[in-house]
């Protein structure tokens, strides 16, 4: 299985993750979140250590002290502010961010 085949998998794992947490039954939603949680935990846990920092701060993989993976992850998982964090906008965001959805 190639990259491409891989990250198709994984784009689709996760899209059907974050249908069955917002679109679900709560049923639904509860068995999906207790289900995913923690292995959406360690894959982030393992994306962070791809990106290991050094003694002063510096992302060994970036080359830089503003590490482009941990800004990312610090923007996505921002404090929840003005609204629900799961709107229909950003769902379709989501989605179309990885190809999926109508305006994929
Ligand atoms: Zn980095």
């Known amino acids: 299985m190639n990259g491409i ?3 198709e998998l994984i784009c689709e794992h996760l899209a059907l993750v974050l249908i069955g947490v917002t679109d679900g039954s709560d049923e639904l939603a ?3 979140a207790r289900s995913e949680t923690n292995r959406l935990v360690e894959a982030l846990a393992l994306c962070l250590n791809g990106h290991p920092l050094d003694g002063l701060g510096r992302c060994g993989t970036c080359g830089s002290a503003d590490c482009l993976l941990r800004r990312d992850i610090r923007l996505v998982l921002r404090p929840v502010g003005d609204g629900p964090r799961t ?3 950003e769902d379709v965001l989501w ?6 959805g109508d305006d994929a």
């Open 5 to 7: 085949a891989v990250d």
């Open 30 to 32: 509860l068995t999906v």
């Open 87 to 89: 709107s229909v906008e």
């Open 95 to 100: 989605l179309a961010a990885y190809g999926l």
